[in-house]
């Protein structure tokens, strides 16, 4: 009898791949779908009569809502219930200036050409994944797009062609709407996995597209080509070691700290590659299950959602396809306990990175021996790259909790052991240890107390702590 119910166990593990799967299937078949519009439509309007539900739904995300960690509105990351340190944690780099929660992807194109973070020095990989247009000017510019100046050639080409955001084209073939991917640094990074993407499952695609641009990334040194760090897998540690091989050929840095002096890897949203080792797509789950759910409008006709948001707005006709014997109230209340977790998680582990950075600081003005300084900036560099990779997901550590607590324990772990360091040496030189804490807490306060969030950077440094590259570093 034991050995009869592991098999029926066993039997509808299997199966539950096979459903998850069949829940991922298209509402319509498109191999004969013919649109009648061209192969090089990216025109987001030219699929509106065609498709008038789903672009209704697409439209929803000019909608701006905020849920209790995350959402839509144009809000700064510096803001006190967000991540207040991140003046300080990015000074000497343009993120420390302006940085605010992701809106919908219909402001991508908006947001890019805002935000302060872009500069004269700016070029055309930071244009990448914010238009429809981006793919067509990587073909028509070939390597020279990478590195266009992004204001002066760049963005009057992407306004020439229609100044479209993120839309159906980036994710669909416009003649018969099939998915595809049109970022061509997805293919090659996938490639390095062996993995062939056009051998991919409709399931897989329905990741893919998503990938495209919701990942982690890096300008290559000789070409400033967008690059993906995979080649030795998906999670915070693989990458970085990843960065720390990629040195040898030139790539060192996104910027220098202006208060350590520390070589900083700067996050990207890696919310593929935290979903990818998370339990939804281990168990078969695609993104497009939980952020494009089915819907029925216009008298029960069944739509995939392109109203992309968080599932904890939507949580009947997302999560409640396959956690159908839930109650979604109590559903709820446990996703926000997770991300209540692991939001008190990240704000220690970037507490104690922006102390490191102070402490090293305090090192180098007092003259420690600099292979001293150097082990207390490489526990720096480490420490900030796993909770930045953390930080930097749109997930509030959902997509992968186990992941992203293991990362958050070690990036303490290591920016503890450069406050080691650096405590060990600077005792040696006489500093008071008290004093020093201090006045690491009087700094920290007037970040954060500081109004104006593009003038939060200038206060971390002063003459106690003065800085050690007082020049911020460009988007490249």
Known sequence: MKNY?????AFIITLIPLFLVACGEKE????????GLKPTEINNEAFKKIFPLHYASYLKNNEMEDT??????PRSKFSLD???LLPILFNGYAFATDYNEERGHTYSLEDITKTLRVSDKTTGSCMTCKSTASPVLIQEMGDHFWKANFRNEVLPKVDAKGHNSVGCSDCHDPVNMNLRITRPMFITAMKERGIDVTKASRNDMRSYVCGQCHVEYYFKATTNKVTFPWKNGFKAENMYQYYEDEKANGFMKDFAHSLSGTPILKGQHPDFEMFMEGPHAKAGVSCSDCHMEYEREDNGKKISSHFWTSPLKTMDTSCGTCHSSRDMDDLKTQVIGIQTTYKEALDRAQDISTDAHYYVNKMITTGVDSTKVSSAQEQIRLGQWLWDFCA??????FHNAQGSMDNLMKSTNASNKAI????????KKGVNIDTLKSEIEKAKAAVVGEKDTSKKHTFATNDYFPAQKQVITPIK
């Open 5 to 9: 119910k592991r098999i029926i166990i």
């Open 28 to 35: 319509q078949d498109t191999k004969s779908l013919k649109t």
């Open 68 to 73: 209790k960690y995350g959402g839509s509105k």
């Open 82 to 84: 967000k991540e207040p």
């Open 392 to 397: 930097a997901e749109n997930s509030t550590g």
């Open 420 to 427: 080691q360091i650096a405590t060990e040496e600077l005792v």
